[in-house]
């Protein structure tokens, strides 16, 4: 958003090199984080109407809509709004002016659960135009896994997984197993921890497929169950994988 | 951080955000502006004297306040993510804190130089005074735009309030040092107007603090890596 420099590389934003054409890129963004404040005298009005001065397809008709369903008041001065409200406020502004990107960081932080579900509401409605992308930063699992269509995950800075969100939740799984004395515990691929006791196994898992329930079948051993993983487990079993063979 | 070219309507769109933001207070220092010039009405010397003290007061104070309120307030509040999320450039936006600042210092700051200097073209008048006028005229200028600078650059309380102090003195000091050059002093109090190398000089000088300072302030903003 032209906010930071980047240490190396080079960053570009829907075709524009950033930051030197931050303005023709940011004419189709629309960028709302946790700790971005609006300017507490003035009115919600007011804000709208210096929005709608600046972007051409700002849009009247869906920023009152949005006031109606986010149940805010012109007239409230931004000072006077709860911190649900100043959220759902410059998320207004975001939105009414039909970015092709929205940007999002942390925007559920400290909602209380009828705003968030408010918000996730509008976004998912968001969604629905193919031609409107959300990049959406949250260390709220649930959220992220409820509205994402593909995730990433960074740590430390750096980009660690990128990939469909369904593909992710369909890779990474728990194998619960029995392991009698007679067998050994099977080399399975992309496993990145083992917990439990020697008898009774825990694998997480990065690389499941229906093959390896088959693969420990015929190495003696007993799958008790295969656990599908939330999100939340999946991102601390991949950093807490990734520390190990790279500590910091 | 260069961008292709300047969007002077976002610059526009900027500087008029900060004057309706900051309205009440620039709407009221007329009342007090008016208040110093009426004194003058009087005719007397002591009157002039007071009325041009009050009134550099008054600009200096909302110069300093508003340069202050527009520039730190946006980073203390937090509604710098704002501004700059906005189709906007560095150089935009210093732009424009720029000239909302400066324009609304000068244009009370033309209106009480001009009229201090057609005071001082009456007959009878200390003609002699007019270049040492004009010198701290350009002066009050020149600290002003040191203020504005502080606040663009820095966007620190601290920084800004050792400018404003800097200034202050500064005004004073100068304004005895520069009362007491040979070149200004010896026709200062004279009926005539004697515009001598050393009053020229000082003049020039502070004429070239003002770019040198605005200029010091895009080169320092397009060095930032982090406007966070």
Sequence with gaps: MGLVRQDSGSVEMLGHRMPCEQTAAKLDIGYVSEDMRLYGVATVAWHMNFIASIYPRWNQTYADALLSRFDLKPQQKIKGLSHGQRVKAALLLALAREPRLLLLDEPTTGLDPVARREVLAELMAVLTDEHRTILFSSHNTLDVEQISDRIAFIDRGRLIALEDKEDLLDRWRRIRLLVPPSAVLPQLPGVVEVSGSERLPVLTTSQFNPAVVSLCQDRGTTVQSVDPMTLEEIFVANVQSRRELQPA | ?228
């Design chain 2, 1 to 228: 951080m260069t961008s292709a070219r300047t969007n002077y309507a976002m610059v526009r769109t900027l500087i008029l955000k900060d004057w309706y933001l900051n309205r009440w207070m620039i709407l009221g220092s007329i009342p007090a502006g008016l208040a110093s010039l009426a004194i003058v009405l009087t005719g007397k010397q002591i009157a002039f004297l007071l009325s041009i003290i009050l009134l550099c007061m008054v600009i200096i104070g909302v110069g300093a306040q508003l340069a202050t309120v527009t520039t730190i307030n946006e980073r203390k509040e937090q509604t710098l993510a704002f501004i700059i999320s906005l189709p906007v450039s560095w150089r935009e936006y210093t732009a424009a804190k720029i000239l909302a600042n400066l324009i609304i210092f000068l244009v009370p700051w033309f209106i009480v130089s001009v009229g201090a200097l057609l005071v001082l073209l009456l007959p009878g008048a200390t003609h002699g005074l007019i270049p040492f006028t004009a010198i701290m005229a350009v002066e009050m200028l020149v600290t002003t735009c040191l203020i504005i600078a502080a606040g663009v650059i820095t966007e620190s309380q601290a920084w800004v309030t050792v400018a404003i102090l800097c200034s202050s003195l500064g005004i004073n000091i100068l304004g005895y040092v520069f009362a007491h050059l040979r070149g200004v002093s010896a026709y200062m109090w004279g009926m005539q107007v004697r515009w001598t190398g050393t009053a020229w000089t000082v003049l020039i000088a502070e004429l070239l603090m003002v770019p040198l300072l605005l200029g010091m302030t895009f080169y320092i903003q397009s060095r930032k890596t982090d406007f966070l």
